[in-house]
């Protein structure tokens, strides 16, 4: 408990540390512009491969305690889109039939139009909601867009301690955001691949999503997504965010239960 309290009074003073830790540094955290860094892409891995390190990941870390998981920083992107519906059917069908004519169905490719955001979650704190729009992110809006005003503010707030999460997304492995990593001595957390659900933001992007639908006038334009997103996740109450990272050990245990 003595812990918790610790990383909590600690990153209540977030705001203050920023600005702080700009002046003590003389420098602006947006002041380097990255370009042209190569994808960075991972290899290719097994499905047998994932699963043996999923597992090799959960038992190194279901006895974690609360200030440890404390001291991450989880983060992921997402999409939200205009229409409540993505309008697909998921079936079982034959090998080799997906281009099969039966199997096609034509439709409207601008329909359900939407927005690319990205956020991270601590606890105690958070970050602010970064949109994209409806492009993907590449290697360079990565590091300038997240690295830099968002991911270095967290790391000079926190000193050492502090733990990086983002998972194996090709714009996040590359060549420049390793040496973003190196040059500001910020420590990255090994993640098992294809492993979304032991990343506690997930049930955060479900809360957003079920309280845009649940709005008396839901957002019809992408202007009124943005702001609807941007009061959404600044409503969301902190303590929805700590429950879900203290559960990790408990999401750790159930991952090696299930095999």
Request: with cysteine; aromatic share 8%.
């Amino acid at each position: 408990m003595a812990n918790n309290q610790s990383v909590r009074r600690h990153l209540d003073a977030f705001t203050r540390g920023r600005i702080i830790g700009k002046l003590e540094e003389g420098r602006s955290v947006t002041r380097t512009a990255i370009r042209g860094f190569s994808s960075g892409r991972p290899r290719g891995t097994t499905p047998a491969d994932d699963r043996r390190r999923r597992s090799l990941w959960c038992r190194e870390h279901r006895n974690w305690r609360d200030n440890e998981w404390g001291r991450v920083l989880f983060t992921d992107e997402s999409r939200f889109s205009l229409s409540r519906d993505s309008h697909r059917i998921l079936i079982w069908r034959e090998r080799e039939s997906r281009n099969h004519p039966s199997n096609i169905i034509e439709r409207d490719r601008y329909e359900g139009c939407g927005v690319l955001v990205w956020g991270g979650i601590m606890l105690g704190s958070r970050t602010d909601l970064q949109i994209f729009g409806a492009v993907s992110v590449n290697g360079t809006r990565y590091c300038n867009e997240i690295f830099l005003p968002y991911v270095c503010l967290f790391r000079g707030a926190m000193g050492l301690q502090f733990l990086f999460m983002d998972d194996n997304a090709p714009c996040h492995r590359t060549v420049a955001a390793e040496q973003l990593l190196e040059s500001e001595d910020i420590e990255r957390m090994d993640w098992p691949a294809r492993s979304p659900d032991l990343n506690p933001i997930q049930h955060v992007w479900d809360f957003l999503g079920r309280r845009l639908a649940a709005r008396t006038l839901p957002p019809v334009t992408i202007r009124e997504l943005r702001l609807a997103l941007q009061d959404e996740w600044a409503a969301m109450p902190q303590q929805l965010i700590d429950t879900l990272i203290l559960s990790m050990g408990r999401r750790c245990e159930t991952c090696l239960a299930v095999r």
